[in-house]
Each structure stands twice: as structure tokens, then as C-alpha cells.
């Protein structure tokens, strides 16, 4: 069993920066494909970026060169660097493995981009 933990959301100007991290806890963490997903009121959960267990990463169109995805299996930790955000990125942002599993999903974590 896997529990999933965001945190590092909250509130950045527009072209601001913000370190979201996905903290783990249970063995299988390393043996995860992990994602990052988002979603705003109303709408579907979206894929953001994923990172397999070797360190190969994929963005979403609209992510790719402001986003970072990065693991840190000795702490069982994923984490999500935004840079250049603007208030389309405004959503609440969760952490899942990838394809996700019902079972996984936590609070997420609320980052507003607003000036």
C-alpha cells in the first residue's frame, strides 16, 4: 500500500516559481511510474509530467520547458519544479503513479497564480 502526500502548493505572482513534493510512504515507491496531475474546479484531472522508475520523463505540451519533474528514491519523494507560471496553471496539482490508481490519490496541493 502507498500513501501519497503533496505539499509546496500556494500563492505566486505570474512569472513566479514554486517546488511542489510528493512524499511516499511504502516499499513499492521505487517500482512506481510517477505522475503529476492537475485539476481546476469543473474540469477533468489532467496528466502534467511523468517520470518512470529510471528517470525518463515526459510533459504535457503546455508544460514543456517551464516544468521539472524529478524522484528521489532514497526519500520516496517526487517533486515538480514550475517555473515562468501563469494563471492557467492555477489548479490543485496531485500526485499519483502513472497510469494513476483510485487508491492513490491524496488531498493534492492548491497553487494560485494570480497578481
Known amino acids: 500500500q502507498v500513501q501519497l502526500v503533496e505539499s509546496g502548493g500556494g500563492l505566486v505572482q505570474p512569472g513566479g516559481s514554486l517546488r511542489l513534493s510528493c512524499a511516499a510512504s511504502?516499499?513499492?515507491?521505487?517500482?512506481?511510474?510517477m505522475a503529476w496531475y492537475r485539476q481546476v474546479p469543473g474540469k477533468e484531472r489532467d496528466l502534467v509530467a511523468t517520470?518512470?522508475?529510471?528517470?525518463?520523463?515526459y510533459y504535457a505540451d503546455a508544460m514543456k520547458g517551464r516544468f521539472t519533474i524529478s524522484r528521489d528514491n532514497a526519500k520516496n519523494t517526487v517533486y515538480l519544479q514550475m517555473n515562468s507560471l501563469q494563471p492557467e496553471d492555477t489548479a490543485v496539482y496531485y500526485c499519483?503513479?502513472?497510469?494513476?490508481?483510485?487508491?492513490?490519490w491524496g488531498q493534492g496541493t492548491q497553487v494560485t497564480v494570480s497578481s
Open positions: 517520470i518512470t522508475q529510471g528517470g525518463s520523463t
Open positions: 511504502g516499499s513499492i515507491f521505487k517500482s512506481l511510474r
Open positions: 499519483n503513479a502513472h497510469p494513476a490508481l483510485l487508491r492513490y
